[in-house]
């Protein structure tokens, strides 16, 4: 016997296809031709998501870069938040262990984007802080200017910047290596906006 099918439209605009020997139907959907309704009613959604998109991303930029820079909320870190750092350990690490970056903004440190404290861009300011009336520190290069600040930070203060808030203790927790990596690293950062 032949299989009698038919076929009839279904009730969501698919179609289906019956058979008369199993009675069952299979539905299939029939795409519409190129700019037929449904695909001119979504470009217009599209439109509206892309300059949704670009509004929230053009706010969020905006926010950001409005944080006032000069009313940081100042970092407490004490000497038990930071441990012993040796100087074996990378660059980044010895920033970042020793806590460096809470509170400075270094090159090429990733995640030493502190503001609390100035950039540190020795190469280009270091030799400025030598030479200031107001330095009373013993240091003669910037490589000793680096060590002199991070063993004894209260020598100088850097103008506009807030006294007694650097951490007074890191002799007690960085090793003279580490130390040496730390000035060796910074006395290089900035050396070339100097000139
Ligand atoms: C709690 C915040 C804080 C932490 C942590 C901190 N500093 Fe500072 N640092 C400051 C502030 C504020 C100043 C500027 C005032 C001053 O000169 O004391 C400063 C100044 C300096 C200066 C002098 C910068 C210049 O432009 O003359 C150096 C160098 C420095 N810090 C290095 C470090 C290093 C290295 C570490 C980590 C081992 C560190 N600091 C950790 C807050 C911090």
């Known amino acids: 016997m032949r299989d009698r099918r038919d076929e009839r439209d ?8 019956c058979s008369r020997r199993a009675p069952r139907c ?20 599209i439109v509206v998501a892309l300059l949704l998109g670009t509004w929230l991303a053009l706010r969020s930029i905006e ?33 970042t262990r020793a806590g460096c970056a809470v509170c400075h903004t270094v090159p090429g440190i990733q995640g030493a984007d502190g503001r609390v404290g100035p950039p540190l ?7 400025a802080r030598l030479a200031d009336p107001a330095y009373r520190g013993h240091a003669k290069t910037v490589h000793e200017y ?20 650097m951490p007074t203790w890191y002799g007690v927790k960085l090793s003279a290596l580490a130390l040496e990596k730390i000035a060796s690293y910074l006395e290089r950062q900035g050396a070339a906006a100097a000139q």
């Open 26 to 45: 299979v539905a299939y959907r029939t795409f519409p031709a190129t700019g037929s309704m449904p695909e001119r009613s979504i470009t217009p959604l």
């Open 121 to 127: 861009l020795l190469g280009a300011t270091g030799p």
């Open 63 to 95: 926010s950001s870069s409005v944080t006032p820079a000069s009313v940081p909320s100042v970092p407490v870190i004490v000497p038990g938040m930071v441990p012993l750092v040796t100087g074996d350990e990378p660059i980044t690490e010895i920033f």
């Open 10 to 17: 279904g009730k969501h605009g698919e179609k289906q296809v």
């Open 146 to 165: 680096v060590i002199e600040s991070v063993l004894e930070p209260g020598l100088f203060v850097v103008p506009g910047y807030p006294a007694g808030t």
